[in-house]
């Protein structure tokens, strides 16, 4: 089987596998003003890369859910590393079935999943996250999205990036994710910019100076070039046409307060 964008990034060295990178992450965290007490879950924590940020950064527990086994072994290894063991764990599963009480988190966050999804298994997961949000929670993602309203367009890009990185997408435009999401009953607001998962300046600000020199370094071998070449041309000619959107959402239930607030 092809390996998979992102477990292949992952096998370089890089530790933030989304389209906006940190700065989108630390748009939506910003702004979830998490506690100590908050109760998060991370759907596709991979490697536990944010879910280890926000325990060290707030203090909060988290779990973190993933259906690669492999990744989740990382994400063990990487909490145990940071002395984190008592503050978040890992569970194998599938955001279409989440293994948890309804109503029991405050916080779902889930990066550059629903990009994956068709459109009828990313309705599947929304499902699942309001289900496991209590009332008044928060569902923080972020995607890739459309910069252009042209659907012939929409679609080469769509076959265009599916096979850059073995996996089949199904990106939106900006208002499509923002409708998507409020059908579940949420409320969006959105910050959108360039995609910065493979661009110079993104790779530094994601992974450091050191993180980034190994990324390059590992792309630069015979065995990984071909794939990191077309990844990254497929990014660079179409970066007027994709970027990357971040969507934090409230449950309905308390979204006339949070507007008015
Ligand atoms: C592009 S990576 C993003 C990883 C991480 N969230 C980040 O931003 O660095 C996508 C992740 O989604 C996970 N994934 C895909 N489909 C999933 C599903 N249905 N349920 C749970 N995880 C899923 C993959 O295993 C992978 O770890």
């Not at 993104?202 to 792309?219: C, P, Y």
């Amino acid at each position: 089987m092809l390996e998979a964008g992102h477990t292949f990034l992952a096998r370089l060295g890089k530790t933030r596998l989304r389209p906006g990178g940190i700065d989108a992450t630390d748009w939506l965290v910003d702004k979830a003003h998490i506690e100590p007490d908050t109760k998060v879950l991370e759907v596709a924590c991979n490697m536990g890369t944010t879910m280890i940020v926000l325990a060290k950064r707030y203090g909060c527990s988290a779990t973190g859910l993933d259906l690669d086994e492999r990744a989740l072994d990382k994400a063990r290894a990487n909490i145990q590393k940071n002395h984190l063991g008592d503050k978040l764990h890992v569970v194998l599963g599938s955001a279409f079935d989440l293994p948890f009480e309804d109503q029991s988190f405050d916080i779902v966050i889930n990066e550059a999943m629903l990009t994956m999804l068709s459109n009828r298994d990313k309705n599947r997961a929304l499902v699942e996250y309001s289900r496991v949000l209590k009332p008044s929670g928060l569902l923080l993602t972020q995607d890739v999205c459309y910069r252009t309203d042209d659907v012939e367009t929409q679609q080469e890009l769509r076959t265009g990036l599916s096979r850059a990185i073995n996996v089949s997408v199904e990106p939106l435009d900006c208002e499509g994710w923002k409708s998507r999401i409020e059908e579940h009953g949420f409320v969006t607001e959105q910050k959108s910019g360039d995609m910065t998962l493979l661009d110079p300046q993104g790779m530094v600000r994601d992974e450091g100076v050191d993180g980034a020199l190994k990324v390059m370094l590992n792309a630069m071998k015979q065995e990984n070039f071909e794939m990191f070449a077309r990844m990254f041309h497929f990014f660079n000619d179409h970066k007027s046409d994709l970027g990357y959107v971040a969507n934090f959402s409230r449950r309905a239930a308390d979204a006339a307060g949070w507007l008015a607030g």
